[in-house]
């Protein structure tokens, strides 16, 4: 009867211990899978950001070069004044 005992007992905490060892297993799966999502997340944000910003300086650039071609042509129009203002009407 000892002998049962003892071996019920050892069966019982081999049970024990692999539910212990599964529960571990599947938190520490669990966590390594929401930090992989979390990376991912975090990924698609910081693409989504460079994605705006490169659209914005893709804009300032259009207006840099709209407002150059403004700039040439009241330097040129200047030009043309000055020296109509020198040889006279």
């Known amino acids: 009867m000892a002998v049962e005992s003892d071996q019920g007992f050892w069966t019982v905490v081999i049970a024990i211990c692999g539910a212990i060892v599964g529960a571990i297993g599947t938190t520490l799966g669990?966590?390594?899978?929401?930090?992989?999502?979390?990376?991912?997340?975090?990924?698609a944000r910081i693409r989504m950001l460079i994605d705006g910003?490169?659209?914005?300086?893709?804009?300032?650039?259009?207006?840099i070069r709209r407002?150059?071609?403004?700039?040439?042509?009241?330097?040129?129009?200047?030009?043309?004044?000055?020296?109509?203002s020198v040889l006279g009407p």
């Open 67 to 84: 407002l150059e071609g403004k700039v040439d042509a009241l330097t040129s129009a200047l030009e043309e004044e000055r020296t109509r």
């Open 53 to 63: 910003y490169e659209r914005r300086i893709a804009d300032l650039q259009d207006e």
């Open 30 to 43: 669990q966590l390594f899978r929401s930090r992989a999502s979390m990376a991912a997340l975090v990924d």
